[in-house]
């Protein structure tokens, strides 16, 4: 086993830490940062409950090791809203749209949603649902998710036209 020391910012707090060669970042996310906002699903990187901002790009957190996430700069479902602050347009439009059940899935799709808007931020309904093709939801025929994520593009524009 061979042990490193990394350094990662994860929501704007820095974590030093020594780790297997072979930890997963989801892993280290949930068990060294306390950050159990990170789902694990399928350890396959098909599912997306893992996602995660690295370095300003949605990647599956079970799909890399914590060293090579060495220097990133993370962001979870955490790192959205801050403790008792308002939430982020996302998660708004989640709730307004009722875009989850179980909640299993929710924070991958929040946090693919939120990279997903970065890159188009007036989608059309069928650029949504190739947008989030990559994660699964086994509660919902995703028509809720769809909705919250376009009741989402419209919070940012409102927000940004408020600005």
């Known amino acids: 086993m061979t042990v490193g020391e990394i350094t990662v910012t994860v929501n704007g707090r820095s974590y030093r ?22 789902h694990v699903g399928c350890e396959h990187g098909v599912c997306g409950a893992c996602t995660v901002v690295c370095d300003g790009e949605a990647i599956r957190s079970c799909l890399m090791f914590a060293v090579q996430a060495n220097g990133a700069e993370i962001v979870t479902i955490e790192g959205l809203a801050p403790a008792g602050g308002p939430l982020g347009p996302v998660q708004q439009g989640f709730m307004e749209c009722h875009g989850l059940q179980c909640g299993f899935c929710t924070p991958g799709f ?3 949603a939120t990279a997903f808007l970065e890159r188009c931020p007036d989608p059309t309904e069928a650029q949504v649902r190739e947008g989030m093709s990559g994660n699964v939801c086994r509660c919902t025929g995703y028509q809720g998710i769809v909705r919250a994520i376009l009741r ?12």
Request: aromatic share 2%; net charge positive.
């Open 17 to 38: 830490r020594a780790v297997e060669g072979r930890r997963l970042l989801s892993d280290f996310l949930r068990e060294d940062c306390g950050l159990t906002g990170t």
């Open 110 to 112: 929040v946090i693919s």
């Open 152 to 163: 989402a593009a419209q919070l940012r524009q409102q927000s940004r036209a408020g600005s």
